[in-house]
């Protein structure tokens, strides 16, 4: 920073970098738990990959297939991924999802429905039973528009269009976040007891490619992330890669999935 030049400071004990489907819920987790917490995103309000999401949330809920369950949804995951998933993010996922579909509709969300009033769930590539929780091809519209309006009623404070660039260290251990307003250039200074990266998945480390890759190309890209340079796109996972290299949280490695990483302070 040149000297003289002029930073604003923002304070939490929780600071979650992104907010699409990972940060907003990992935000509202913090801020039901007392924490002081805040959302950065380098877009508006919304504009996440989540919101792109058409066919829906897998979740082994049963209402289409009584005989789905946890630990076959598990084994499509493990599998879709070429067993390069860390399997207790999977496994978590697989047990989990259905609470968290019914606790989106307990917040509001409105799902497609079964003639006998239950949640629909349909097909999809790789899993062995009809189970994404679905609304038409907007299901991400709804989930986002659901996490959101519960991250404002909670009072989380949203910072949007704000770019971080750098993961901040006090010691040896994270004290926050720095990055700048788009519209402005001005440079802001977040500190932070704890930083959450949910700032899109691992793919997003690589120069090509999105979060649908094919799972020969999943592989291939799972070999190189140990080469991983650090990429010319500023996106948060990016600088906690320059900094430690951690693993990757990310349920479906190469696959859809949102992922969350924390650093803690
Ligand atoms: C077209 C499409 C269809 C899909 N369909 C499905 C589907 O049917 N089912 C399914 O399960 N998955 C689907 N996916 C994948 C799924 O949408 C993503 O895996 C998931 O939404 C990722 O969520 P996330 O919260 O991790 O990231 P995102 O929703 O991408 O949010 C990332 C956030 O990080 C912010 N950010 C990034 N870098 C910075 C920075 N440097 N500073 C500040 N903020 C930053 C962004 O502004 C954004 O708010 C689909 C994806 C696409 C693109």
């Given at each position: 920073?040149?000297?003289?030049?002029?930073?604003?400071?923002?304070?939490?004990?929780?600071?979650?970098?992104?907010?699409?489907?990972?940060?907003?819920?990992a935000a509202i987790?913090?801020?039901?738990?007392?924490?002081?917490?805040?959302?950065?995103?380098?877009?508006?309000?919304?504009?996440?990959?989540?919101?792109?999401?058409?066919?829906?949330?897998?979740?082994?809920?049963?209402?289409?297939?009584?005989?789905?369950n946890w630990q076959v949804h598990f084994r499509d995951t493990m599998r879709g991924g070429k067993m390069l998933n860390n399997w207790r993010m999977a496994q978590l996922h697989a047990m989990e999802s259905p609470d968290r579909v019914l606790?989106?509709?307990?917040?509001?969300a409105l799902f497609d429905r079964t003639r006998d009033g239950l949640i629909?769930?349909?097909?999809?590539?790789?899993?062995?039973y009809a189970r994404l929780a679905h609304v038409g091809d907007r299901t991400g519209l709804e989930m986002i528009r659901t996490?959101?309006?519960?991250?404002?009623?909670?009072?989380?404070?949203?910072?949007m269009e704000c770019n971080v660039q750098r993961l901040l260290k006090d010691?040896?251990?994270?004290?926050?976040?720095?990055?700048?307003?788009?519209?402005?250039?001005?440079?802001?200074?977040f500190r932070s007891k704890a930083v959450v990266l949910a700032s899109m998945t691992y793919s997003a480390a690589w120069g090509v490619g999105g979060t649908a890759v094919f799972p020969a190309r999943a592989i291939e890209r799972?070999?190189?992330?140990?080469?991983c340079q650090v990429p010319t796109t500023p996106r948060g996972n990016n600088s906690v890669t320059a900094m430690n290299n951690p693993p990757s949280m990310n349920s479906q490695y190469g696959a859809n999935g949102p992922e969350v990483n924390v650093v803690l302070a």
């Open positions: 920073m040149a000297t003289g030049e002029t930073y604003e400071t923002h304070e939490y004990d929780v600071l979650v970098i992104g907010a699409g489907g990972a940060g907003l819920r987790e913090a801020s039901a738990q007392g924490a002081r917490t805040a959302l950065v995103c380098k877009s508006l309000l919304g504009k996440a990959h989540t919101v792109m999401a058409e066919g829906g949330i897998a979740a082994a809920m049963g209402n289409v297939w009584p005989e789905d606790e989106l509709e307990e917040w509001g629909l769930q349909r097909d999809f590539g790789g899993h062995r996490l959101q309006q519960r991250a404002v009623h909670l009072g989380i404070d949203v910072h010691g040896d251990r994270i004290g926050g976040a720095f990055g700048y307003w788009r519209a402005t250039g001005t440079l802001v200074l799972r070999r190189s992330i140990h080469h």
